[in-house]
């Protein structure tokens, strides 16, 4: 077996016993996998493993990797790309062709410029709000209290060509368990909060955990776990921000 076959069978076995520890169904929580600073060939070689979630997180390193990837999405299983990185709004035009989603929705005004975007290309783009939770200046994402967090989700409703599917949010790294647990519970319970408060928008994803902490987040709701090292293994430097 090739390492990633691998790495996946050992991730699956460690989702599947989250899963049971909370009485969750595997069912119930997507796998996206983080290709960022690898090549095209390695998103094709886990889509042939089954695979059809993936994330990147710049739009420039994306670009370069899209032709190959094009019969890809085509097919009769075809793959998702999502966007998951901070985009600023100078670029949405750009992602808007590239991308499936952006999960990194973290401005009104880029909120803005990916509806008209998609208004001009006849798409309609999913987007999930990027909640921040951990104190960390350097952490992007809205902040949940924030009055322009509140802006955002009352005019949601009226940009329509953006499919509102919910929130994410990146954990602290290095830091004790209970923090990440407070973290993952504080989406979740925005995310309910907020569809009591906003009924005409549906939340149902909540994209959260990655390599270190996926169990955890399942443990505490995700629908979505984003994972890259533990597939792919590591990243060469340079892999985090646009
Ligand atoms: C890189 C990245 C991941 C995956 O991180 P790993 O620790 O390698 O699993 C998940 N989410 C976002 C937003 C990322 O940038």
Redesign the pocket.
């Known amino acids: 077996m090739t390492t990633l076959a691998d790495n996946l069978e050992r991730l699956e076995e460690a989702i599947e016993a989250a899963c049971r520890r909370v009485g969750r169904g595997r069912g119930e929580v997507e796998l996206m996998a ?1 290709t ?1 600073t690898f090549p095209a060939a390695t998103v094709a070689e886990a889509a042939a493993l089954g695979l059809t979630l993936f ?1 990147e ?1 710049r739009v420039q390193e994306f670009a370069g990797k899209a032709a190959e990837l094009e019969p890809l999405r085509k097919g009769a299983q075809p793959i998702r790309m999502h966007l ?2 901070h985009l600023q709004s100078n670029k949405a035009a750009r992602a808007v062709e590239l991308f499936d989603a952006v999960d ?1 929705l973290d401005s009104l005004r880029l909120a803005e410029r990916l509806n008209e975007a998609a208004a001009k290309c006849g798409k309609r783009l999913q987007v999930l709000i990027e909640v921040k939770l951990s104190p960390e200046e350097s952490k992007s994402g809205l902040k949940p209290d924030s009055a322009e967090a509140a802006e955002l989700l009352e005019r949601l409703p009226e940009l329509e060509h953006l499919q509102m599917r919910g929130l994410m949010t ?1 954990a602290p790294l290095d830091v004790a368990e209970a923090e990440t647990r407070a973290c993952f519970r504080g989406l979740r319970e925005w995310r309910d909060r907020w569809a009591k408060a906003h009924p005409r928008l549906s939340l149902e994803t909540l994209s959260m955990g ?3 902490d996926f169990a955890l987040a399942i443990e505490a709701g995700a629908t979505r776990i ?5 597939l792919f293994g590591e ?1 060469a430097a340079n ?2 921000r646009d």
């Open positions: 983080v960022k994330g997180n998951i990185g990194s990146i990655m390599s270190e984003r994972v890259g090292t533990a990243r892999g985090e």
